[in-house]
């Protein structure tokens, strides 16, 4: 099949604590300036340490990975331009994502989250976009595990996007879309 849109980060958008390397490809917590940021109060108030991806995708099917370098708190997913800023991705009916939060793993679309059960150590994310049959499949790419599947009318062009508490995440893009995902029908 062929290879999906290559996008990197666009350090442009990343929250100021957010460092994104220089080929743009990994973004890390700068936490060289909070001594408290462990408490999950301020993990839900401050909004979102979140990156854009550069692309804003309207058609076709595409794959991209997220390696998850130690981190513990994060989301991973997808949000329409008119998403709110400084809002984690998820929490509104613009986005959708998959987070942990510490030893708990959810799939999160208008602030409902519906826990998932991942291998352990998830240590690599897949996302599955098929814009115009309208789904955004997770997986754990590494076991080739399907987790969870939104359904989606899309209604905008959707950009991918990354929130990291700690810790940092790599993408991989440009990839091929996996022939055991290519040929499979959807897992309930």
């Known amino acids: 099949s062929m290879n999906s849109q290559p996008f990197k980060l666009d350090p442009k958008s990343a929250h ?32 979102s340490y979140g990156v854009a991806g550069n692309v804003f995708i309207d058609s076709g099917r595409h794959y991209w990975e997220v390696v998850i370098s130690g981190s513990t708190w994060y989301a991973i997913g997808l949000a329409y331009k008119s998403a709110p800023k400084h809002e ?11 987070c942990r939060c510490n030893n708990n793993w959810v799939v999160r679309h208008n602030s409902k989250e519906i826990p998932i059960e991942p291998a352990p150590h998830l240590r690599r994310v ?10 955004i499949a997770f997986y754990d790419a590494l ?13 905008q062009p959707v950009c991918p996007t990354f ?15 996996p022939d055991h995902l290519d040929c499979t029908e959807q897992l309930p």
Do not use: M
Request: hydrophobic share 35%; glycine share 6%.
């Open 163 to 177: 929130t990291v508490w700690n810790k940092c995440l790599t993408i991989i893009t440009g990839l091929p879309i």
């Open 126 to 135: 897949g996302i599955l976009l098929d814009y115009d049959n309208g789904s």
């Open 16 to 47: 100021r604590k957010l460092k994104v390397s220089h080929d743009n490809l990994t973004v890390e917590r700068d936490e060289s300036s909070s001594k408290k940021s462990h408490t999950p109060e301020r993990f839900t108030s401050q909004g």
């Open 143 to 155: 076991n080739s595990i399907h987790l969870y599947t939104f359904d989606v009318a899309f209604a």
């Open 88 to 98: 984690w991705i998820g929490k509104n009916s613009a986005s959708w994502a998959l």
